[in-house]
């Protein structure tokens, strides 16, 4: 089956600068990537996502790039607020499949 | 926040005793899913379903079941054979048969006392 990891576990960034979080899918066949942001306690909700026929997607301040050929896809925030603080998954969906495969997470902290 | 619930938000149980945890949604979604999150770690799939009446198991399943007599509902059996059952568990759903976003519920947090 289809196995992602994600780096880095954790990230801290002073506000203003840019959080980039990198994840690695294994199954070649995959073709939709999302990523979850989860505030402490809170529901995980879907902030940016993106199919195997592009490379790059943005969204405001949001942005992610897939690499298919190197099986990896990437999210890059700018102008980090504290209000980013939260932790942040990414997930795989392998081909026809309907299940998602999710990264480990990362706990990003924005410091004032 | 609307459209898929979980109840209770905290549920204690004893050890040896079976819990059902509820999820409903009223987005007329075909797919659900239940995940397991534990600390530092990410969502593990417990089970899924794609339609009513039908359903397969995730990557966690033992220990687990449930059911799906009804578009709308899909509750979960912790049953006393998972060893370690304290964790979050998060409900999800998703249209055209699980091939777009999933929505999330809020959560119920099991502890075993």
């Known amino acids: 089956g289809e196995n992602v990891e994600q780096h880095p576990s954790t990230l801290s960034v002073q506000e203003g600068d840019s959080a980039v979080i990198k994840c690695t899918y294994s199954d070649s066949a995959s073709n939709y990537f999302p990523w979850y942001k989860q505030e402490l306690g809170k529901r995980p909700q879907l902030i940016i996502d993106i199919r195997s026929n592009v490379g790059e997607k943005k969204d405001q301040r949001i942005a992610v790039t897939l690499n298919k050929t190197a099986k990896h896809f990437s999210l890059h925030i700018t102008e980090t607020q504290p209000e980013d603080s939260a932790v942040y998954f990414c997930?795989?969906?392998?081909?026809?499949?309907?299940?998602?495969?999710f990264g480990s997470g990362t706990q990003l902290t924005v410091l004032p | 926040d609307g459209g898929i619930t979980q109840s209770p938000k905290y549920l204690f149980r004893k050890e040896g005793q079976n819990v059902t945890l509820s999820c409903e949604q009223n987005?007329?979604?075909?797919?659900m899913y239940w995940y397991r999150q534990d600390p530092g770690q990410g969502l593990r799939l417990i089970y899924y379903?794609?339609?009513?009446?039908?359903?397969q198991k995730g990557d966690i399943a033992e220990g687990y079941s449930v059911s799906r007599e009804k578009k709308e509902s899909f509750p979960l059996t912790v049953t006393s054979a998972q060893k370690n059952p304290t964790a979050f568990y998060l409900c999800?759903?998703?249209?055209?048969?699980?091939?777009?976003?999933?929505?999330f519920g809020p959560g119920t947090r099991l502890t075993v006392l």
């Open positions: 999800a759903s998703s249209p055209q048969g699980g091939m777009d976003e999933q929505f």
């Open positions: 987005l007329n979604h075909d797919a």
């Open positions: 997930a795989a969906r392998s081909g026809s499949a309907r299940q998602l495969t």
């Open positions: 379903s794609q339609i009513v009446n039908d359903f």
